[in-house]
Each structure stands twice: as structure tokens, then as C-alpha cells.
């Protein structure tokens, strides 16, 4: 059985960010990821800017890619009442399908091994772990960080509680041809049920993301029909499926979107990203996060590995403090904001007072966003 310091389950912006960091400390990695890049993925493809020093800390950089560099945020009511607002650190845009594999090829080039399948258990005695894949492969490790994404069989196999409970949310994505839409926005516009956001990529689509909750789609049961039925009511949407043409074939769409409280650390694996805990769309930070929880995670291993003093219980306890502290005001902040944005009257009322004080719509974004991650 093969043996590593670290082995990190699923490889998103978590896990690539975790091998990356982890290598550079001269650690031996091994990454199971069970889908092959690069590949498409549900997500609004806005990433905030605070990633930037630290990735190029990590050998990478955003600005090779034809990244769209994006400064203002639009915000609409489901009537069409919007705002704008410049976005104090401003983010990216860039499509999950060239960012992942970015850091994939970054881990290719320092000899970072991978292994392309699902794995179905993690297994902790003696001090020690076992990773197993659905083919039978086996791998162990002193260390594993949990970097699998929002849900996944191994948060059943983990007996995880927020997977008992059923979610009301669903994520929708695809890209589209557009001419018209300016290059430095991120719009973010609210239909009944739920809201979308509109950017631009590196290839010059526009990516269309929206997250609506069950109880408004299961109306019309159909992507196609709930755009032209539901989200095209809210008027900039409506100019934008009417003119817009779509690049996918189909849109991607995933299920059971949670934004439950989740466990840092479970039966002693490190939780990173997603799989630590899911922030509200609207405020375009979970990538920002899951690159950010993966730095702290990888630190706190470090110490862990080379440190005698620091042992297991006090590295578990020291990230779970660190999480929360960089990140628990941030998710309670985004909760509240949803709540508001998908509330017909509240939204209105809301984006009415943000339209007579700009200041109040800049803090409002800062709550919900980091410093620069360094
Ligand atoms: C509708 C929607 C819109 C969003 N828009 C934005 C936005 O504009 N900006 C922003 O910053 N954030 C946004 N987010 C959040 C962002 O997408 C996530 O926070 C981010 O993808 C988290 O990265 P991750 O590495 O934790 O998880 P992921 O990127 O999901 O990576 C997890 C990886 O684990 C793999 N995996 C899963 N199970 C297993 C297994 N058993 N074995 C092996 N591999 C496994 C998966 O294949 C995957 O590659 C959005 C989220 C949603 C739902």
C-alpha cells in the first residue's frame, strides 16, 4: 500500500490550492479527484480578487489566462428596480474549466501524483488513515484534508448530520454568446424563488449561473420553460435569454445545494472549502474561501508534521478556531443577505435604500468578503 504524508480528497480549487501549498513545504501529496480535467462546474465564475497575492505566492498566476478583470456589481429586484455599486477589491472572471485546471497543471509540472476515481472510505486508527477508491485501490496517509465539495457519498460514509437534511436549493449554469454586456460587471439579478448572476470569462462567453429553490422550479419542472416562464419576469434577464445564445448543449444543474453548518474536522479529516461549509452565492466568496480554508489547513498541517509539540488534537483544534474566525461572520452575513434579496418586498425596500447611499451597499459587500489572503 502506497504510503503519503497527505491525502487530499477531491480536487477543486480546495484540494489544488491544499497539494500546492503542501508541496512547496516539500510534503508528499497524493490527490483523488474522480471526475478528469478539465471539466465544467456549477458556479458563478466570479472570483474575488483577495485570492490574487496568494496564489502567486503559489506559482500561480490569474493574469495569463485572458482573465476579465471585474470592478462593478448590479443588483436588480424581481420588477427590474436596480442599483450599482464599484466593488472595493473587485475579483476575476474566469470559468471553472480553465481555474481548476490551472492549478491542475501547476500540480502536474511539480510532479504532484493524482489518482482519477471516487473514493468510498476514509478509514482513521493507529494514527493512521486509509483512503479507498471504488476500483479497490488503497492508499494511506498520517494526514487527510476532506476537500470533496459541497455533498458527496462520503459525507453519508462519515455520517455527517447536515446530509440527513433535505435542501430546498438547486444550481443552474451555462454559457452564452452576448455582445452586449459589459466586460467589468457582475450582475446579479433576482427572479421569484431565487436569483442568477451574469459575467463574463476568459473566452469571452458570459456565464449565467442561478441558484432557485425547489418549491419555485418544481412549477415548471424544466430549465428551458422556468427561464422563459419565471427568470426572464425580471426585465434584464429577460433582454438577456432573449438575445443571448446558448454554448452548451444542455444547462449543467446540481442538486441539493446546502448551506447547512457542517463540521471542520470529522473522525479527524481536515474539512476544506465546500465540504467545511457552503457560503450564499450572492456574495461571490466561495472560491475566495475554499482557497483561503485550504492556506490555513495546509499551515496548521505543516506544524503538525514537523513540530512534535504540536499534536493531533491541538492542530484540530487551532484550524476549527481559524475557520471559524476567518469565516463564520462572512457565512452568518450571507444567510441574511439571501433572506433578503429573495424576499419580493424586503428586496425592494432594500435596494431602495442602497440607491440613495452608495456606502451602504460598499459595506454591505465587505461584510461578506476577506482582505487580500497573504
Ligand atoms: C449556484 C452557485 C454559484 C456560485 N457562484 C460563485 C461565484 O460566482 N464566486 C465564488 O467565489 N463562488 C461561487 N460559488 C461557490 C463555489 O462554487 C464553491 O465555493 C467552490 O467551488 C468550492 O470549491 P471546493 O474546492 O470546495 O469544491 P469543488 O470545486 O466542488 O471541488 C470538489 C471536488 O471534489 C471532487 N469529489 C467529490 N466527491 C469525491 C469523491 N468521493 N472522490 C473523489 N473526488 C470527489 C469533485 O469532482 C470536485 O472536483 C457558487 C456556488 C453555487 C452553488
Given at each position: 500500500?502506497?504510503?503519503?504524508?497527505?491525502?487530499?480528497?477531491?480536487?477543486?480549487?480546495?484540494?489544488?490550492?491544499?497539494?500546492?501549498?503542501?508541496?512547496?513545504?516539500?510534503?508528499?501529496?497524493?490527490?483523488?479527484?474522480?471526475?478528469?480535467?478539465?471539466?465544467?462546474?456549477v458556479?458563478?465564475?466570479?472570483?474575488?480578487?483577495?485570492?490574487?497575492?496568494?496564489?502567486?505566492?503559489?506559482?500561480?498566476?490569474?493574469?495569463?489566462?485572458?482573465?476579465?478583470?471585474?470592478?462593478?456589481?448590479?443588483?436588480?429586484?424581481?420588477?427590474?428596480?436596480?442599483?450599482?455599486?464599484?466593488?472595493?477589491?473587485?475579483?476575476?472572471?474566469?470559468?471553472?474549466?480553465?481555474?481548476?485546471?490551472?492549478?491542475?497543471?501547476?500540480?502536474?509540472?511539480?510532479?504532484?501524483?493524482?489518482?482519477?476515481?471516487?473514493?468510498?472510505?476514509?478509514?482513521?486508527?493507529?494514527?493512521?488513515?486509509?483512503?479507498?477508491?471504488?476500483?479497490?485501490?488503497?492508499?494511506?496517509?498520517?494526514?487527510?484534508?476532506?476537500?470533496?465539495?459541497?455533498?458527496?457519498?462520503?459525507?453519508?460514509?462519515?455520517?455527517?448530520?447536515?446530509?440527513?437534511?433535505?435542501s430546498r436549493w438547486l444550481g443552474i449554469k451555462a454559457h452564452y454568446?452576448?455582445?452586449?454586456?459589459?466586460?467589468?460587471?457582475?450582475?446579479?439579478h433576482?427572479f421569484e424563488g431565487g436569483y442568477g448572476?451574469?459575467?463574463?470569462?476568459?473566452?469571452?462567453?458570459?456565464?449565467f449561473c442561478y441558484l432557485v429553490s425547489y418549491s419555485s422550479f418544481r412549477r415548471e419542472n424544466d430549465v428551458h420553460r422556468f427561464n422563459e416562464n419565471v427568470v426572464a419576469k425580471n426585465?434584464?434577464l429577460g433582454?438577456f435569454l432573449e438575445?443571448a445564445e446558448p454554448l452548451f448543449k444542455e444547462p449543467l444543474a446540481i442538486a441539493q445545494v446546502?448551506?447547512?453548518?457542517?463540521?471542520?474536522?470529522?473522525?479527524?479529516?481536515?474539512?476544506?472549502?465546500?465540504?467545511?461549509?457552503?457560503?450564499?452565492?450572492?456574495?461571490?466568496?466561495?472560491?475566495?474561501?475554499?482557497?483561503?480554508?485550504?492556506?490555513?489547513?495546509?499551515?496548521?498541517?505543516?506544524?503538525?508534521?514537523?513540530?512534535?509539540?504540536?499534536?493531533?488534537?491541538?492542530?484540530?483544534?487551532?484550524?476549527?478556531?481559524?475557520?471559524?474566525?476567518?469565516?463564520?461572520?462572512?457565512?452568518?452575513?450571507?444567510?441574511?443577505?439571501?433572506?433578503?434579496?429573495?424576499?419580493?418586498?424586503?428586496?425592494?425596500?432594500?435596494?431602495?435604500?442602497?440607491?440613495?447611499?452608495?456606502?451602504?451597499?460598499?459595506?454591505?459587500?465587505?461584510?461578506?468578503?476577506?482582505?487580500?489572503?497573504?
Open positions: 500500500m502506497e504510503y503519503f504524508d497527505v491525502i487530499i480528497v477531491g480536487g477543486g480549487l480546495a484540494g489544488l490550492t491544499a497539494a500546492l501549498h503542501l508541496e512547496q513545504y516539500g510534503h508528499a501529496v497524493l490527490v483523488c479527484e474522480k471526475q478528469q480535467y478539465p471539466h465544467h462546474k458556479c458563478g465564475e466570479y472570483v474575488s480578487a483577495e485570492v490574487v497575492p496568494y496564489l502567486k505566492k503559489l506559482g500561480i498566476s490569474l493574469d495569463t489566462t485572458n482573465t476579465v478583470s471585474i470592478d462593478t456589481l448590479q443588483l436588480s429586484t424581481v420588477s427590474g428596480k436596480s442599483i450599482k455599486g464599484k466593488l472595493p477589491l473587485g475579483g476575476k472572471g474566469i470559468s471553472r474549466y480553465a481555474l481548476d485546471n490551472l492549478l491542475y497543471e501547476a500540480a502536474l509540472e511539480r510532479n504532484i501524483p493524482f489518482v482519477f476515481g471516487n473514493v468510498t472510505a476514509i478509514q482513521f486508527a493507529d494514527d493512521l488513515f486509509q483512503v479507498r477508491t471504488a476500483s479497490g485501490d488503497t492508499f494511506s496517509a498520517k494526514m487527510v484534508i476532506g476537500a470533496y465539495g459541497k455533498r458527496s457519498n462520503l459525507d453519508k460514509h462519515l455520517d455527517r448530520p447536515f446530509f440527513r437534511k433535505k454568446a452576448y455582445q452586449d454586456f459589459p466586460d467589468n460587471l457582475v450582475a446579479l433576482t448572476g451574469l459575467s463574463r470569462t476568459e473566452t469571452g462567453a458570459v456565464n426585465p434584464f433582454a438575445d446546502s448551506f447547512e453548518k457542517k463540521e471542520t474536522v470529522k473522525e479527524h479529516v481536515i474539512m476544506c472549502g465546500d465540504t467545511a461549509g457552503l457560503i450564499h452565492p450572492l456574495c461571490g466568496n466561495g472560491m475566495a474561501m475554499a482557497i483561503h480554508s485550504a492556506k490555513l489547513a495546509s499551515e496548521q498541517i505543516h506544524l503538525y508534521l514537523t513540530d512534535s509539540t504540536f499534536d493531533r488534537g491541538i492542530m484540530e483544534k487551532r484550524y476549527t478556531a481559524l475557520w471559524k474566525n476567518n469565516f463564520g461572520y462572512r457565512l452568518w452575513m450571507g444567510r441574511q443577505l439571501q433572506s433578503l434579496l429573495i424576499n419580493r418586498e424586503l428586496s425592494h425596500i432594500a435596494l431602495g435604500l442602497a440607491t440613495r447611499s452608495p456606502r451602504l451597499l460598499r459595506y454591505l459587500i465587505k461584510q461578506t468578503h476577506g482582505k487580500p489572503i497573504l
